[in-house]
């Protein structure tokens, strides 16, 4: 139907709108006579060509997918002028559909007319089928337009249309072909005939004959084999063979070429026409079989084709009815869950999830059933105890005979895990950048405040140099310069943790440092504290600043000691030689991306209050403190010198249950160094010394030139000074001679401390420079020391610091070869 009404539909349109005019047909209705006319048919192709076609006739169409659906608006309604109805349907078909028609209940309609249209009786006895119905016309599929057409205009006209049946005679003998015209005339068949077999194929080509009759001696063609090349699969067209001949074999042959039926000459003509009819009858019967079966293979490969493709799709499939248990399933569903088909079948989908996940489980398909599709995610659990996490993407859908949840679930364990890792890695990337942030904001803070104390220590010292200790105020200033003193600590140590504290590397033995710490840290703990030391022997040394690991210890310790709030209890500093693999590194505070391999751990245990998942989470953000008296600073500190030690930071705690702090240093390949105290820095001045001549004091800050000049000339020198590096160089060349000594701040504007002290080198190459700086660090130590500073002095610094390093310099043989007249210009 589709491809007959396609080819000539839009010839079809535009003679419909133009009316019945120049229709070759010549059965086209008037323009203008418009009839209403139902059309139900449950194939939505079938149904849009048809009404469609009909329309563009002029008829007022309505159309009905559903019979039911028809029927029921066709109650009560009045008549159309005629009903379309096509035969096979599910629910009301055909039949049924007519049966009701001509029933009582419709009787408004008994009379109207009723046009079947049906794919499945193609060729039978239509005047049989179309009464048994009740209808007045049958028309076989497939049909021409102007099939429909006659037939619709017939039926609206209060006729019965009827099928004319084409018959072809091909025979030789012309006494047969006319003998044979009248008698199937005389039966109403519209005949023609062909005397040879080469006319008798174009004419059959041309009209497509319902019958075909040949004689098997044709002159030029065998008859059997003409009408084996014209009949076609499938067709509806009755091919029957005449023969004188008398041999048996030949019928067999007849009828494996195609033959519907065979008559041996001579023959009463109307005992063919009663082969004929018989045979056509055969025919659509054989017709319906033959539909039935090809039908039925479409079914069984089509459900083929869905068993293997539900089978091999790579994802877990499983469908589901409404309460949630399992109705199918295929392989990769059964592997994953490790059970196969007939366990699985009825079991609930809710108890393959991990039970925390069963709320959100029944949350989704809830929202599937009620949207009829949608997505959420879940981590099923297979039988093993494997887990994976599954996006489901599930869709409502009918299934025997029911609706069922379709659903695929999606294994992106993997992709989850990606996702999570790359959150973990920016949110590490923002947790540095802010303390990166912090630390030269801090650092930035910390260089100024330097500044300050070195006024604040510097005069409080000068103050006390005046004072006796019965003075009135000597306890005051005294209290002054111990909270400078604790200032600069603190300043020393946010230097610390941004990163610029001066630090000087050396092979450290971690037993021997932790050993000799002993005096400090037993005094600085709680009375009722046990502090025990499990110090493994022989461990290699690891390159480490000693002034800084010390200060990682005693912050650990202090923090271990504060924790047991002063209740009874332990604090263990344990040292040994661990072997970390990238998964225990990965839960590191610091240190996640260290290699794997063996590391010197310091372990700092207590047993106080310990500490719950968020606060953890927080302790080594600078100034983040639980304590009263805290600042939050230690735990910072130790972080930023662990971390200037590429080492790495463990912590572990649980309120009630106590802490743990490790910290990870690369084992070095130097020498574990002998034990023994270092070496005491050279302390004050002696009595001998006699300080002579004039030290050039270069500070932007007016508080620091003037605690300096105080210091130096408390003990004799002459001073100088001047806030910036070109001053500086200027007063330096009036003053070469005399000079013995040139304190330069490093950050200043115009010329930096650098630029100052090579300038006065090319003056004076052997003048002693002492540059002083507030920001500390090793990288700084060895710029300057490269640049030929003869001494560092780190900001803040003491009168005492500023005379024991002049001290040292001036008075030190082994120091610079002082060249000054043979620099003199
Ligand atoms: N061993 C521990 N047991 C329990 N809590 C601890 C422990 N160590 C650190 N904390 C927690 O971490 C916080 C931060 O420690 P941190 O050493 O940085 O600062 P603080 O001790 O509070 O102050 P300070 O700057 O004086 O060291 C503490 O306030 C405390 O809440
Ligand atoms: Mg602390």
Redesign the pocket.
């Known amino acids: 139907l589709q491809a007959s009404i396609g080819d000539t539909c839009p010839r079809l349109r535009l003679s419909g709108v133009r009316g019945a005019a120049g229709d070759p047909s010549g059965v086209g209705i008037v323009s203008g006579e418009q009839s209403r006319i139902v059309v139900v048919n449950d194939d939505a192709t079938q149904l849009r060509l048809v009404s469609a076609l009909l329309e563009t006739e002029g008829h007022q169409v309505t159309p009905y997918l559903d019979s039911e659906e028809a029927l029921r608006a066709l109650q009560g309604a009045p008549p159309p002028e005629l009903v379309v109805l096509d035969l096979h349907m599910p629910g009301i078909d055909g039949w049924r559909f007519c049966r009701l028609l001509r029933s009582p209940d419709y009787e408004a309609y008994n009379r109207t007319p009723v046009l079947v249209v049906s794919a499945t009786f193609t060729g039978t006895d239509v005047e049989a089928v179309t009464a048994e119905l009740g209808a007045n016309a049958f028309l076989p599929v497939p049909f021409s337009p102007e099939t429909l057409r006659r037939y619709v205009t017939e039926l609206l006209a209060g006729r019965r249309p009827s099928a004319t049946l084409s018959v072809l005679v091909v025979d030789d003998e012309r006494a047969i072909r006319e003998l044979l015209r009248r008698v199937f005339s005389s039966h109403g068949y519209r005949v023609e005939v062909a005397s040879t077999g080469v006319e008798g194929r174009s004419l059959a080509r041309r009209m497509r004959p319902d019958i075909l009759v040949v004689d098997h001696h044709l002159p030029d063609i065998p008859g059997d084999s003409l009408l084996s090349s014209l009949k076609r699969p499938g067709e509806a067209m009755v091919g029957i063979l005449m023969t004188g001949d008398s041999d048996p074999g030949l019928a067999l042959t007849a009828l494996r070429k195609g033959a519907d039926a065979y008559v041996r000459k001579p023959f009463d003509p109307s005992y063919l026409v009663d082969v004929a009819q018989k045979a056509r009858r055969e025919r659509s019967l054989l017709r319906v079989e033959e539909i039935l079966e090809s039908r039925t293979r479409e079914l069984r490969s089509s459900e083929s084709r869905y068993r293997s493709l539900f089978a091999t799709i790579p994802e877990p499939i499983l469908v589901l009815d409404e309460s949630g248990r399992i109705l199918q399933s295929n392989q990769v569903a059964e592997r994953l869950l490790g059970l196969k088909a007939p366990d699985l079948f009825g079991t609930r989908f809710r108890s393959l999830v991990s039970p925390a996940r069963v709320p959100d489980l029944e949350r989704g398909l809830g929202q599937c059933w009620a949207d009829g599709s949608g997505e959420f995610e879940t981590t099923l659990v297979a039988r093993d105890g494997t887990s994976w996490e599954g996006e489901v993407t599930a869709r409502v859908v009918d299934f025997q005979g029911g609706k069922a949840l379709l659903t695929v679930s999606r294994d992106v364990t993997e992709r989850r895990q990606a996702e999570r890792e790359r959150e973990r890695l920016a949110a590490r990337a923002q947790h540095a950048q802010k303390l990166e942030s912090l630390g030269v904001l801090a650092g930035g803070i910390a260089h100024d405040f330097n500044n300050l104390l070195v006024g604040i220590l510097g005069n409080a010292s000068f103050a006390l140099m005046d004072l006796t200790e019965d003075h009135p105020a000597w306890e005051s200033v005294k209290q002054v310069e111990v909270a400078a003193r604790r200032a600069a600590e603190l300043t020393s140590q946010i230097l610390t943790y941004s990163g610029r504290a001066q630090v000087s590397m050396r092979p450290v033995d971690i037993a021997t440092l932790i050993r000799e710490m002993g005096q400090l840290l037993e005094p600085a703990v709680s009375r009722k504290a046990l502090l025990r030391y499990e110090l493994a022997p022989g461990l290699p040394a690891v390159l480490a600043d000693p002034g800084q690991l010390r200060q990682v210890v005693m912050?650990l310790v202090?923090?271990?000691s504060?924790?047991l709030e002063g209740e009874r209890g332990s604090i263990e500093v344990r040292t040994s030689l661990s072997a970390l693999d990238s998964e225990r590194l990965r839960a590191a505070v610091v240190g996640q991306d260290l290699p794997e391999g063996h590391y010197v751990v310091v372990q700092v245990t207590?047993t106080?209050?310990?500490?719950d998942a968020e606060?953890l989470r927080k302790?080594f953000d600078p100034f983040?403190?639980?304590?009263f008296t805290?600042?939050?600073?230690?735990?910072?500190a130790v972080m930023g010198i662990v971390r200037s030690h590429g080492g790495g930071i463990m912590a572990e705690?649980e309120p009630g249950r106590g802490?743990s702090f490790s910290i990870l240093l690369p084992p070095s390949s130097h020498p574990v160094p002998h034990a023994g105290p270092e070496a005491p820095a050279p302390l004050s001045a002696d009595g001998v010394w006699k300080p002579s001549g004039t030290v050039l004091v270069v500070d932007e800050e007016a508080a620091v030139r003037s605690v300096a000049r105080a210091t130096l000339e408390r003990v004799g020198f002459r001073v100088l000074e001047c806030e910036d590096g070109r001053e500086a160089v200027r007063l330096f060349q009036l003053h070469r001679l005399e000079m013995v000594a040139v304190l330069v701040d490093l950050s200043m504007p115009e010329l930096s401390g650098e630029e100052v002290l090579l300038s006065i080198r090319s003056v004076d190459p052997g003048i002693r420079v002492i540059l002083s700086s507030g920001f500390r660090g090793d990288e700084m130590e060895e710029r300057l020391m490269q640049g030929g500073a003869d001494a560092l002095l780190w900001k803040p610094y003491g009168s005492e610091e500023l005379l024991s390093t002049l001290h040292r310099l001036i008075t030190s043989r082994q120091g610079r070869d002082r060249t000054r007249e043979g620099s003199v210009a």
Do not use: E, H, V, W
């Open positions: 912050n202090m923090n271990a504060d924790a207590d106080g209050g310990g500490m606060t302790i983040f403190t639980t304590k805290g600042r939050g600073l230690g735990l910072a705690s802490s």
